[in-house]
């Protein structure tokens, strides 16, 4: 990643990337296809509420995972193997410490977090059933992330692509066999999801334990490295708060979404769920930036940096531009395999037709943060992302959105395209201030 042409490499980097995000995405769409299909609207909305909760507390981790793979690549760039070595170590012991932490918080505080939510009476019960069995396997999600992030940090993103492709079918399989056949409703699918994951799991650190000595996972030398350690959290914690902070404001979208009952959660969820595939698409370019931007910080190729930066935001806004466009003229065909109720396919396209037309400035602030974070400064993006996206939001919902006129199921998702133009404009000034100082 320090030589040759940029742009192939990258897209080289993305597209297995992308792969592997688009089939989590379809293995996660069936999920809500099979439960909105065989038990109704009800478990599609309990399954769909509860994304914003669970992006909450798994993100701060996901975060964590980031200052993994940064430090990882900043340790390839720069030759140095024994680092890289325990720097594997150290992250597999945060990740099993992640996962117990998200276990025992998600298990104990479910329901309480979605009745301040504003979750609908008819589907808590669902809701809380769900996140309870979700959360009680969270362990093995986490050890995948992070496993995945140090193979990404190699430019090794093929493995992770077969391991998905995988536990996706065992994912739909189970889901099947629980929801149709045992009538085990929501339970059914996260058990079908826990089970898929505990397979990702065990093949992420199979694969470790096979690498070459520099990546290789000893169970010997797992523990956690006082040296490594602090390099990781001043990238990692950052950008795990930055990614709570949007999952928080989230959070405050989803509970006004639920104030207007059960049909429009539905029909946010499966809108959610078709975004989820332009998102990841961009959103690839954007960890390519990352591990990129790494490597090249720890060969001190600056300007190779700067190049990268303009390339993947040319990128992420024809993909962005093209795949959005493209899903909001198949939006009810698309939405109409989620559910077959006409008032949850309208509900789906009027966030469709918010979301879809402005979503390339998201991949745009993507980018440009994960710029930001390979370069190893992950403060900023954090108090950018504070004040541009999860303060302008809040701002927003608790202003604009309580004016009666305004006070409607499509005007909430104004919020969103404001925000990210809003947050990439400080994010570039802030990238263009930091590799000045770099250079210096």
């Known amino acids: 990643m320090t030589t ?34 065989y038990a109704g609207d009800n478990s599609l909305a309990a399954v769909g ?22 430090v990882a690549a900043n340790f390839l760039g720069a030759g140095k193997k024994k680092e890289l070595n325990r720097t594997v170590h150290t992250t597999m012991v945060l990740s099993l410490i992640g996962g117990l932490v998200l276990t025992l918080v998600g298990v104990l505080f479910s329901r309480q977090i979605l009745v301040l939510m504003a979750s609908p009476e008819d589907v808590l019960p669902l809701s809380t059933l769900y996140l309870k069995v979700f959360f009680g396997g969270i362990t093995a999600t986490v050890v995948y992330n992070f496993g995945a992030a140090l193979l ?12 998905l492709l995988i536990a996706g079918l065992i994912n739909v399989i189970l889901n099947l066999i629980f929801v149709i056949f045992f009538k085990m409703d929501v339970a059914g699918v996260a058990f079908a999801t826990v089970l898929s994951q505990f397979f990702s799991a065990i093949c992420v650190i199979y694969i470790l334990c096979h690498e070459d000595e520099e990546f290789r996972l000893d169970f010997k030398k797992l523990r956690i490295d006082r040296e490594i350690l602090p390099r990781i959290v001043k990238i990692g914690l950052p950008a795990g708060f930055q990614g709570m902070l949007f999952s928080f404001s989230n959070m405050i979208i989803q509970s006004s979404v639920n104030s207007f009952g ?25 960890q390519g930036t990352l591990t ?10 600056f300007e190779r940096i ?5 390339i993947a935001e040319l990128v992420v806004i024809v993909v962005g531009l093209v795949l959005g ?16 109720s006409e008032d949850v396919l309208e509900a789906g396209m009027l966030r469709l037709s918010v979301i879809l037309l402005t979503y390339f400035t998201c991949g745009m602030m993507d980018c440009m943060a994960s710029a930001i974070r ?18 302008l939001r809040m701002v927003y919902i608790f202003t604009f959105f309580q004016i009666p006129r305004f006070h409607t199921f499509q005007s909430i998702f104004y919020s969103y395209p404001i925000s990210w133009v809003v947050t990439f404009i400080f994010l570039t000034v802030s990238f263009l201030w930091i590799m000045k100082n770099i250079e210096k």
């Open 152 to 163: 990404r940090a190699k430019g090794d993103t093929k493995r992770p692509l077969y391991i």
């Open 325 to 340: 466009l493209t899903a909001l003229f198949f939006g009810p065909s698309l939405l109409g395999f989620y559910s077959s």
């Open 292 to 301: 990129f931007a790494g490597q090249n910080m720890g060969a001190h190729k």
């Open 262 to 286: 059960a049909v429009m959660v539905a029909g946010n969820s499966a809108a959610q769920s078709i975004e989820g595939f332009i998102y990841i698409s961009m959103n690839s370019f954007a």
């Open 306 to 310: 700067k190049r990268l930066i303009v």
């Open 49 to 70: 509420s509860t994304s914003s909760l669970v992006n909450l507390l798994v993100n701060f981790f996901i975060g964590l995972g980031v200052g993994c793979n940064v």
């Open 374 to 391: 390979g370069v190893g400064h992950s403060v900023m993006p954090m108090i950018v992302t504070l004040v541009g996206a999860c303060g």
């Open 4 to 37: 040759g042409a940029i742009f192939p490499k990258l897209v080289k980097f993305a597209i297995p990337l992308i792969l592997s995000s688009i089939l989590q995405l379809l293995f996660n769409a069936a999920d809500i296809i099979v439960v909105g299909r």
